[in-house]
């Protein structure tokens, strides 16, 4: 795009440099592997405090009830310092290339997902504390629902929204992948041979992993393009 | 006796276009900046290709016509010059992207057969 040009022009040419253009600050301002960096180290360091924080009560006849406590106290703070640090670097990395970015989607999608997830939360214990306990296991939908909702969900549905704000089909691609892992979970047989504790873990590490190499990948990618 | 009405032709998009903004500078300007909270004379001289008397020069039409608000500081030593589309300039690009639409769509319908 020159000045010399004549004004106007074609108004096809126009219009292809606009969607051009708009595309080039829109892929300036992603810092893709930063948000999946920060969500894949707060995933990890979820499991300790899932670990210790859970109170595991087994009976005589080998049936345990369990409560997360640390996943109740937990993810509510880290998602929160999470979508700070995301924020803050989007903002710092973007202005660096001459771009203000804004930020304001990110936090408002990051505090909205907090109180979904601290909404479900209380309504499940609601429901637990008001109702017999179920002896069947729960329909596949509920616990569909209840993966959905869980911090590893809701992260996921949090970079289907990053995707939709960035019109980043790269993203979109990873997150689909990334929900298909937390919502239909792997299960190579530890859920039935390990401890109640112990039976969390590989999942959390599945998804950590998932995130950590998506942001690797992304990191490459924009490597390679600059 | 009067003439009995004519039904009133749609105006061609070529007589909306606003000088100001259908340039292709002064748009991509617009384009960027919509882009974003806000960009610096850098990123834009760097994206348009130009020099910076020339974008100085596009940015002050459009800053006069109010479409863009410049705003001067120093980040460090350095002295940084951050463009802000203003709510007009955002309605200028949205009509102008709008009539180009239109043309387009009147040329491919003058162009079937």
């Known amino acids: 795009m020159t ?5 106007g022009g074609d108004p096809r040419r126009l219009l292809s440099d606009v969607r051009d253009l708009a595309h080039r600050v829109r892929r300036d301002q992603r810092v893709t592997w930063a948000a999946l960096l920060v969500l894949a180290v707060v995933t990890f360091a979820a499991i300790p405090f899932d670990w210790f924080g859970m109170q595991v009560d087994c009976k005589a006849t080998g ?31 973007a202005r660096s290339r001459g771009v203000d970015a804004r930020i304001l989607p990110y936090v408002i999608t990051g505090v909205a997902l907090i109180v979904v997830f ?24 509920q616990m569909f629902l209840d993966r959905l909702v869980a911090p590893s969900g809701l992260i996921g549905v949090a970079l289907l929204v990053l995707a939709r704000l960035e019109r980043n089909a790269g993203l979109l691609l990873f997150t689909l992948a990334y929900l298909a892992v937390v919502l239909i979970p792997i299960d190579f047989g530890w859920q039935t041979h390990s401890s109640v504790r112990a039976e969390f873990v590989p999942q959390q590490v599945v998804n950590g992993t998932v995130l950590l190499l998506g942001a690797a990948g992304f990191a490459l990618a924009q490597r390679r393009r600059r | 006796m009067t003439a009995a009405a ?25 384009t960027i900046a919509h882009e974003a909270r806000r960009v610096e004379f850098g990123y834009l001289r760097t994206q348009l290709q130009l020099t910076a008397g020339n974008l100085s020069q596009h ?45 387009i769509a009147r040329v491919e319908t003058a162009e079937t057969p």
Request: proline fraction near 8%; glycine fraction near 8%; aromatic fraction near 10%.
């Open chain 2, 59 to 103: 940015l002050g039409v459009l800053e006069t016509a109010g479409l863009v608000e410049l705003e001067k500081g120093y980040e460090g030593k350095r002295g940084r010059t951050w463009i802000t589309l203003t709510p007009a300039g955002s309605t200028a690009l949205a009509e102008e992207i709008n009539r180009l639409k239109l043309l």
């Open chain 2, 6 to 30: 004519q039904p009133a032709q749609p105006a061609h998009p070529v007589t909306g276009l606003d000088d100001v903004v259908h340039q292709r500078v002064r748009l991509g300007v617009l």
């Open chain 1, 63 to 93: 049936e345990c009830e369990f409560d997360r406590m640390g996943v109740l106290y937990y993810w509510p703070p880290a998602l929160l310092l999470a979508y700070a640090a995301i924020a803050y670097g989007y903002r710092r990395i």
């Open chain 1, 3 to 7: 000045s010399d040009a004549v004004p």
């Open chain 1, 118 to 141: 601290l909404g479900a939360w209380i309504s499940v214990r609601y429901y637990i504390d008001h109702n017999p306990v179920p002896t069947e296991p729960l329909p596949y939908w």
